[in-house]
Nanobody, 115 residues
Framework: QVQLVESGGGSVQPGGSLRLSCAPS????????MGWYRQAPGRQRELVAL???????HYADSVKGRFTISRDNANNTVYLQMNSLKPEDTALYYC?????????WGQGTQVTVSS
């Protein structure tokens, strides 16, 4: 059974940084495209950043230049480095693993940006 375990969320002041981690288990990590999504109260879940199995990345316009997604296939981990955080980045952040005929989600980790 595939499980995605996120970590690294928390509370931070505006302008601060956090790094989220996601470590899938029960599958071959390297074949998946990995993504981070977020959902704020009253809003739909949205894509934040995506990294393909060969390392190509895509970011939402709202986080370009501030967030960086990366993957370590040797350690089966995907990261989301978040810098210059803003109050509007406050949300529940979800890790996603996707390939043909398979799509998995983590339970989410809360990120709160507030002064």
């Amino acid at each position: 059974q595939v499980q995605l375990v996120e970590s690294g969320g928390g509370s931070v002041q505006p302008g601060g940084s956090l790094r989220l981690s996601c470590a899938p288990s029960g599958t071959i990590f390297s074949v998946y495209a990995m993504g981070w999504y977020r959902q704020a109260p009253g809003r739909q879940r949205e894509l934040v950043a995506l990294i393909t199995n060969d390392g190509n990345t895509h970011y939402a316009d709202s986080v370009k230049g501030r967030f960086t997604i990366s993957r370590d296939n040797a350690n089966n981990t995907v990261y989301l480095q978040m810098n210059s955080l803003k109050p509007e980045d406050t949300a529940l952040y979800y890790c996603n693993a996707k390939k043909v005929a398979a799509n998995y989600w983590g339970q989410g980790t809360q990120v709160t940006v507030s002064s």
